[in-house]
């Protein structure tokens, strides 16, 4: 028995379904809540775990559906120029020193993590691309990176299952990057003694009532989106020629940018909650139309070697965390939050490492210092030092780019 094919419409309406189902069940389920699944992972999860099973345990061996994903480019550059769009690279300033030193202590450590994954790759005897697939690429970039490189991966080079790998070894980091986080600092504020400081207390006020996000202001928001995406592709085009492989979604991210930061000199302002609000569900769709389409049965068959990979990284980040960024962010209260921030971004996401920080906030008291870069760094920083960092690892001839 074939499969039903869903229209582009129909399967769109399908994702959206299974992207409610996963809020549900993220918000009910403890675990998921605890560690910051991402709902979108959970409903696509639901999906792909009912449509392998019926694919296994069908005479016809596949999925009673199929889906259309034609969406699925279009989203992912939207994605990604709401990025662009959101950095107001005037705010860097307030950061100061203390996003500079973040920063420093960031980029050689996602070049060490894609060393350690091609070394690992290596003594596992697997294809080098998979060790900066499951490096900075799923770890630092997440399930939308992730799955942004997978596609190219394997249409170039032919990989098997890579995109299964992607968004398990993303999925996996973001549960690592919550469960190792909180010991790392709880072990770094009893070692040192650490409390908060009385100041840094009082630098914490209160935050001024939000207005709505309006019809307008989402308008000229998409409008400046879908403007980044246009440009990014007509550039990507341009440069396709280019000596290092520069992904089309950079391209829309970098547009994003300048559109968002040029504009004001000319009299047009963004609301970056309507731009936020579009990427984020610009993702959301995504992602759960990605994992609805995983086959699971291939994720079982490559787990071995993908925890043998994770269990290193988490290794090396929890002894960097503690020798260099810990020392390097000044060795105080907030630098201990600011480590646990860190795990959180390069195992997880930025929202696992915001989450890291209000766990040790709740216990320990609030750290304003913190709470202003780490937002900063994963709003456009880390993205686009991932981006240049493994633009640079997949020229080289070992990845056989």
Request: hydrophobic letters at 55%; a neutral charge.
């Amino acid at each position: 028995m074939d499969a039903f094919a869903l229209t582009p419409l129909q399967s769109l309406f399908a994702a959206v379904a299974c992207l409610l189902v996963g809020a549900g069940v993220t918000r009910r389920v403890g675990f998921l809540a605890r560690y910051n699944i991402p709902e979108p992972v959970t409903g696509g999860l639901l999906f792909a775990a009912v449509a392998s099973a019926a694919a296994l345990l069908g005479s016809s061996g596949q999925a009673p559906v199929a889906l259309d994903t034609t969406l699925k480019p279009t989203l992912l550059l939207m994605f990604f120029a709401g990025v662009g769009m959101g950095a107001d690279l005037r705010l860097l300033r307030q950061g100061g020193k203390a996003l500079g030193r973040f920063v420093l202590v960031l980029f050689p450590f996602i070049v060490l993590q894609n060393g350690v994954g091609l070394a690992m790759a290596t003594l596992l005897d697997l294809h080098p691309l998979y060790g900066v697939i499951v490096g900075s690429i799923t770890l630092v970039g997440g399930h939308g990176t992730g799955a942004a490189y997978a596609e190219r991966f394997a249409e170039v080079n032919n990989l098997q299952s890579v995109m299964e790998l992607s968004m398990t070894s993303a999925t996996v980091g973001l549960i690592l990057g919550g469960i190792v986080a909180g010991p790392v600092a709880q072990f770094l504020i009893r070692r040192h003694r650490l409390g908060q400081d009385q100041a840094e207390a009082q630098a914490a006020g209160p935050q001024a009532e939000a207005r709505a996000v309006s019809a307008l202001g989402v308008a000229g928001a998409l409008a400046g989106i879908l403007d980044a995406v246009i440009l990014g592709q007509w550039l990507a085009q341009q440069m396709q020629d280019l000596p290092m492989t520069v992904p089309g979604f950079l391209w829309c991210m970098l547009v994003g940018v300048a559109v968002r930061n040029l504009a004001p000199l000319v009299g047009l302002h963004f609301d970056d909650r309507a731009t936020e609000l579009i990427s984020g569900l610009c993702l959301a769709l995504f992602l759960v139309m990605t994992m609805m389409a995983l086959n699971l049965v291939e994720v079982a068959r490559t787990a071995g070697p993908l925890l043998a990979i994770l269990a290193a990284h988490t290794i090396i980040i929890a002894l960097y965390a503690v020798f260099v960024c810990f020392r390097v962010m000044g060795r105080d209260y907030e630098a201990a939050v600011t480590s646990a921030a860190f795990i959180g971004f390069n195992l997880g996401s930025t929202a696992t490492a915001i989450a890291n920080m209000q766990a040790i906030a709740a216990k320990h008291g609030p750290a304003p210092r913190a709470f202003l870069i780490v937002p900063l760094a994963g709003a456009f920083l880390v993205d686009l030092m991932n981006a240049v960092i493994l633009t640079g690892f997949l020229s080289l001839d070992l990845l056989g780019q």
